[in-house]
């Protein structure tokens, strides 16, 4: 049985999978996974962690995971309205 945190990140990119084309969700990953480490590196360098920088340290992936699809459900909003009035 997978713990909490897991199923719910399961079900958070489940639903962003099923929301997203599918061209689009290997984007949102990268955009989630820059943002997390941009802030994860931004704190270390401010000061503001305690522990060391490790390969192994955790991320909460899914606090960056839901706004990056977010950013892709409203990328791909924009662009079916501008193809949508490029036909008429």
């Known amino acids: 049985m ?11 990119a489940a639903a ?4 997203l084309d599918w061209v689009m969700i290997p984007v949102v990953i990268e955009i989630a996974a820059a943002a997390a480490l941009t ?3 931004s704190s270390h360098l ?3 962690r305690d522990e060391p920088l490790r390969l192994t340290s955790r991320l909460p992936f899914g606090l960056f ?14 662009g079916a309205i501008n193809a949508a009035s490029m036909i008429y």
């Not at 997978?2 to 958070?12: G, I, K, R, T």
């Not at 962003?16 to 929301?19: E, I, K, S």
Request: glycine share 12%.
């Open 2 to 12: 997978l713990p909490l945190w897991a199923e719910l990140f399961l079900a958070l």
């Open 16 to 19: 962003g999978g099923a929301w």
């Open 39 to 41: 802030v994860y590196l």
């Open 46 to 48: 401010a000061g503001q």
């Open 65 to 78: 995971l839901a706004p990056a699809i977010w950013l892709g459900l409203s990328s791909l909003a924009a």
